[in-house]
């Protein structure tokens, strides 16, 4: 329960969540911290708290520091009660704190935890004197609630961007530059996928507003502090933001009696034989929240069914309410699957990849099960239309 020393009178006293395994519905298989962070300073600062039952262990950490009676400043850069969840309790003993929020922050606050307490709501511009250092603030609406914002703390370099450029990824370590980076990007790029996805427009606009800052050091409010690796994850949420994908074809589908698998491998050719990286992705062994990941970047997204009691398979309907919830732009989509006599699973699968704005290959329905030759026309057809 030591705090962590990020640079002078500046320290990580989160939270590490080793066990946490389905963070609503996405599988945090690393599990994850909640980030927050003290400024002392002439008026000492908290950034953010941690998810409720984790309040013990934040305070243990900031005691070890300071008498937490003393904070002045607590700034709450996003209501959501995995970084909020500490306030009840923390304002129960820092009589004199103010809280410094936006003002969708401040409401939410409210209507969270109906307490009348001391808020100071700030706009994007805004400056706040800590003694020695500034506070800078930074509006994010959407980014991926309509309070959230960033903060940057201009003499030490500091960006706090809560969830932006977060992982869920349990450690004992702080850093990206002690963790395996091929690890903490991919679950950087899983916790975009999952959480931040469906803005990528206000993403784009918070990078721009961002990209004038000299920093140092990114610290999220989940994860790795990012200080060696701050180019890269920049140009990533770069290319996320704005859609560009890779040459990448994801196939996800599930199966009945493997007809509809035998479909997923012949499509699965078809883009092999063009040169296109392929993911098979069968819903049975697979979570969603996974298969989102694969997704970020993937041009071509396929998805098959068999048809079951006149409905896609139920996997396949919950993944694809996720994935037109997550609204990935300017993909190619493909529907396919066997069928025995309605066959309506395949138009079902069809029509969310349309509303989704897809562009569409043509859909790939097969009664029964697909002889050799059948899955050989279907691979030599497809081959034809892959753009
Ligand atoms: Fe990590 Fe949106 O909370």
């Known amino acids: 329960m030591q705090p962590v020393k990020i640079k002078e009178n500046i320290y990580w006293v989160g939270a590490i969540d080793w066990d946490v395994r389905n963070f609503h519905g996405y599988l945090t298989q690393r599990g994850t911290t909640y980030n927050a962070y003290l400024i ?16 013990d262990e934040m305070i243990k950490r900031i005691s070890r520091l300071i008498n937490p009676e003393k904070i002045d400043y607590i700034i709450s850069n996003h209501v959501e009660m995995d970084h909020s969840g500490g306030l009840p309790k923390l304002m129960e003993i820092a009589k004199n704190v103010t809280i410094i929020t936006s003002h969708k922050g ?3 606050l409210k209507n969270h935890y109906k307490k009348d307490w001391n808020f100071k709501t700030v706009k994007s511009g805004d400056t706040l004197n800590l003694g020695k250092r500034n506070i800078n603030f930074v509006l994010t609406p959407m980014v991926h609630w309509p309070d959230n914002m960033v903060c940057y703390l201009a003499e030490d370099k500091i960006l706090f961007s809560n969830d932006a450029f977060g992982q869920h990824l349990a450690s004992s370590e702080r850093f990206d530059d002690k963790l395996p980076i091929q690890i903490v990007l991919e679950e950087a790029k899983k916790y975009y996928g999952n959480i931040v996805l469906p803005y990528g427009n206000q993403v784009a606009k918070a990078l721009e507003t961002v990209s004038g800052l000299d920093i140092e050091t990114i610290a999220p409010s989940h994860g790795a502090i990012w200080r060696l690796h701050i180019s890269e994850i920049i140009e990533c949420y770069k ?27 012949a499509v ?7 040169g296109i990286t392929t993911k098979m992705r069968n819903l049975k062994t697979n979570h969603i929240s996974d298969v989102i990941t694969d997704v970020v970047t993937a041009k071509y997204i396929c998805v098959g069914s068999s048809t079951l009691n006149n409905n896609m398979l139920p996997t396949v309907a919950a993944f694809l ?62 081959k034809g239309e892959i753009p």
């Open 40 to 55: 002392i300073d002439e008026k000492i600062t908290l950034i953010d708290t941690v998810k409720p039952q984790f309040y």
């Open 106 to 108: 401040q409401q939410g």
């Open 239 to 265: 290319k996320w933001s704005t859609n560009k994908t890779e040459d990448v074809a994801v196939i996800v589908y599930d199966t009945m009696w493997n007809s509809t698998e035998k479909i997923a491998y």
């Open 268 to 274: 699965q050719s078809a883009f092999e034989a063009k």
């Open 321 to 382: 309410t996720y994935l037109k919830g997550l609204a990935p732009k300017n993909r190619v989509g493909l529907a396919f699957g066997s069928y025995g006599w309605g066959g309506q699973s395949i138009d079902q699968v069809e029509d969310v990849l349309e509303s989704c704005g897809f562009d569409l290959l043509d859909q790939i329905k097969i009664q029964f099960i697909p002889d050799n030759n059948t899955l050989q026309e279907i691979t030599n057809k497809l």
